[in-house]
């Protein structure tokens, strides 16, 4: 079986060099064994994601070059698959729906921030303080009847006692230089949220459920995922998937050093065409040519 690689945007901007570079090596690691390369349009967030930046990650990679297969898988058009994955979770007693705006979010954790160093995520962001997951099941039910938004969590405790030590296999490396068979450690995520009252999904359940439903073997993303994996893995296990290798590759900095972001006109594929860059430029810019 030829392996299976995929580029997954997000269509909530335009693509710059990190995308490029995500997406060509992608494109040369497929070709150079035989493998397949697909394209999956990441666009659950329906307040960033528009049509036209969609039609601009087409029309750039067709510019440089890289050819993909059809069809493209769009996440906003496979949102039962995401309800019947979540529910397989609901199932196994794994997911609570937590109540809290992120400003009550923020006040719980300054509360308990004034007594002792509170545990941040790899992202950095304070974990999720737990406090929904004491309610009553008729203080929860009430809750929801009466319209309060909420997010799905996933009970990561109890998630990881059912599936113990969990790793990957890691072609490229992570931050500190992990590579090889790694350990994935899920629980410095805290009960991350799963999906909300208004999208049955989040990006952790969506790019798990995808990749197996899409045969994908090969994962190529940023370093910046790196963390994110261990989540992955742990959904993967507790769903019955099989888990694909990884390789994610180091990220593009800007000129000042920083990551790249959308909104950086200076590294953006339209404006670098539009100053008269070519494909191969934009490959020597990443180092790839
Ligand atoms: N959609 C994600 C992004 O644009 C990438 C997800 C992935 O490659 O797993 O950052």
Redesign the pocket.
């Known amino acids: 079986m030829p392996p299976v690689f995929?580029?997954?945007?997000?269509p909530n901007g335009y693509l710059h060099l990190g995308?490029a570079y995500?997406a060509l090596l992608n494109f040369d690691l497929a070709r150079m064994s035989g493998g397949r390369l697909l394209l999956?349009i990441?666009d659950i967030d329906t307040a960033r994601c528009r049509p036209e930046f969609e039609a601009a990650i087409d029309e750039d990679l067709g510019w440089l070059g890289i050819a993909w297969e059809s069809p493209v898988r769009r996440q906003s058009e496979h949102l039962a698959d995401y309800r019947q994955a979540l529910e397989k979770l609901s199932a196994q007693g794994l997911i609570y729906p937590s109540f809290e705006s992120r400003a009550e979010i923020a006040s719980l954790v300054a509360q308990r921030e004034a007594h002792a160093p509170w545990p941040r995520d790899p992202d950095g962001a304070p974990l999720y303080p737990g406090t929904a997951k004491l309610l009553s099941p008729d203080a929860r039910a009430g809750l929801i009847e009466s319209g309060v938004p909420y997010a799905l969590r996933l009970d990561m405790t109890a998630a990881c006692a059912r599936c113990g030590e969990l790793g990957w296999l890691e072609r490229g490396a992570g931050p500190d230089g992990e590579t090889g068979r790694v350990a994935a450690r899920p629980e410095a995520w805290g009960d991350v949220i799963l999906a909300r009252k208004e999208t049955p999904t989040s990006?952790h359940l969506a790019?798990v459920v995808d990749?197996a439903l899409q045969g994908v073997t090969e994962?190529?993303?940023?370093q910046?995922?790196f963390h994110?994996t261990g989540v992955?893995r742990l959904l993967q296990q507790l769903l019955g998937l099989p888990s694909p290798a990884y390789r994610h590759h180091g990220l593009i900095p800007d000129a000042s050093g920083r990551k790249l972001s959308k909104s950086t006109a200076s590294t953006g594929l339209r404006e670098l065409r539009a100053e008269g860059a070519t494909p191969a430029d934009i490959r020597r810019l990443v180092g790839l040519a």
């Open positions: 995929r580029f997954a945007p997000s995308h995500s999956r990441e990006y790019v990749d994962v190529v993303r940023g910046d995922l994110a992955h």
